[in-house]
């Protein structure tokens, strides 16, 4: 049977199917097979690589497991309900999902792939509080970011280079309790073999390069890609000249920034600043 071409830029739904196709056909399975393995018939199979059936979180998750694809196909459900994401972010985080190497400068706030549950959460509640998000946007902002940390924790992941501004250490998110966790778990990362921490000390002053949070994507093939957000929406540059402006003020910051062993010293130290 003649499959249906799908073009994944169409919709979110559409890039899943593309997606899940890719992975079964990598896994040597048919429909067929796959529908065995995961409680579905190979024509329900067939709707969701045509983009024309939405799946289920549960199925979601068992097809990830049966495939062995890392996590994607949840990156990708959470994307597919997308509207209380950032406008924009939902694009990036598909390319942070196959990036070989990911460099941040962040302010402000712990960076999401480092962040605690309890401290997204805190954010997160914040938030519907002031009727940025219903509750049930939320929780699915906070499930998202989960999803997309537990690349993180597997043998394929990317090298992590983040220099968080001072002020992220700083701001009190959810309370002392919270915070005292995330900050422990803010100094485990720092020790991990593929991830660097440094802090931007607020002596840097003008020296900082960057005003706002900006994250630079390596993908396998070298290509970089840079993302940055304002207040409303998420923007993700391919041009260039403007991501190799933004490489090279990141070597800047990285050298001005402590260095790693100097940085976690300042995070255990601000950590004990929180004790009961």
Same mark, same amino acid.
């Given at each position: 049977?003649?499959?249906?071409?799908?073009?994944?830029?169409? *919709?979110? !739904?559409?890039? @899943?199917?593309?997606?899940?196709?890719?992975?079964? /056909? &990598?896994?040597? %399975?048919?429909?067929?097979? =796959?529908?065995?393995?995961?409680?579905?018939?190979?024509?329900?199979?067939?709707?969701?690589?045509?983009?024309?059936?939405?799946?289920?979180?549960?199925?979601?998750?068992?097809?990830?497991?049966?495939?062995?694809?890392?996590?994607?196909?949840?990156?990708?459900?959470?994307?597919?309900?997308?509207? *209380?994401? !950032?406008?924009? @972010?939902?694009?990036?985080?598909?390319?942070?999902? /196959? &990036?070989?190497? %990911?460099?941040?400068?962040? =302010?402000?706030?712990?960076?999401?792939?480092?962040?605690?549950?309890?401290?997204?959460?805190?954010?997160?509640?914040?938030?519907?509080?002031?009727?940025?998000?219903?509750?049930?946007?939320?929780?699915?902002?906070?499930?998202?970011?989960?999803?997309?940390?537990?690349?993180?924790?597997?043998?394929?992941?990317? !090298?992590?280079?983040?220099?968080?501004?001072?002020?992220?250490?700083?701001?009190?998110?959810?309370?002392?309790?919270?915070?005292?966790?995330?900050?422990?778990?803010?100094?485990?990362?720092?020790?991990?073999?593929?991830?660097?921490?440094?802090?931007?000390?607020?002596?840097?002053?003008?020296?900082?390069?960057?005003?706002?949070?900006?994250?630079?994507?390596?993908?396998?093939?070298?290509?970089?890609?840079?993302?940055?957000?304002?207040?409303?929406?998420?923007?993700?540059?391919?041009?260039?000249?403007?991501?190799?402006?933004?490489?090279?003020?990141?070597?800047?910051?990285?050298?001005?920034?402590?260095?790693?062993?100097?940085?976690?010293?300042?995070?255990?130290?601000?950590?004990?600043?929180?004790?009961?």
């Amino acid at each position: 049977m003649r499959e249906t071409e799908l073009d994944p830029a169409t *919709s979110p !739904l559409a890039a @899943f199917g593309v997606q899940l196709r890719r992975s079964r /056909k &990598a896994a040597g %399975l048919s429909q067929v097979q =796959l529908g065995q393995l995961t409680n579905l018939s190979d024509s329900q199979i067939s709707n969701l690589e045509r983009g024309t059936r939405s799946p289920t979180l549960d199925w979601v998750r068992v097809a990830d497991k049966v495939l062995d694809t890392g996590g994607t196909l949840e990156l990708m459900y959470w994307s597919l309900n997308g509207s *209380s994401l !950032l406008e924009g @972010f939902p694009e990036y985080a598909a390319h942070e999902a /196959k &990036a070989v190497e %990911l460099r941040m400068f962040e =302010l402000g706030v712990i960076p999401g792939l480092f962040q605690t549950q309890a401290y997204a959460e805190a954010l997160a509640a914040a938030d519907v509080r002031r009727g940025a998000v219903t509750e049930e946007g939320a929780a699915e902002r906070v499930a998202y970011l989960l999803a997309r940390q537990q690349r993180l924790g597997r043998p394929s992941a990317p !090298l992590v280079h983040a220099v968080l501004d001072e002020s992220c250490l700083l701001r009190l998110v959810g309370g002392p309790a919270v915070m005292r966790g995330q900050l422990d778990h803010l100094a485990q990362l720092a020790d991990r073999p593929k991830t660097i921490v440094q802090i931007a000390p607020f002596v840097m002053g003008e020296r900082r390069p960057f005003a706002a949070s900006v994250y630079l994507l390596t993908m396998s093939d070298r290509t970089l890609l840079g993302y940055t957000e304002s207040q409303e929406r998420g923007f993700l540059a391919r041009e260039s000249e403007t991501v190799t402006m933004w490489a090279r003020d990141y070597d800047r910051l990285q050298v001005g920034a402590s260095s790693d062993v100097a940085s976690l010293e300042r995070i255990r130290a601000a950590r004990k600043e929180l004790r009961p």
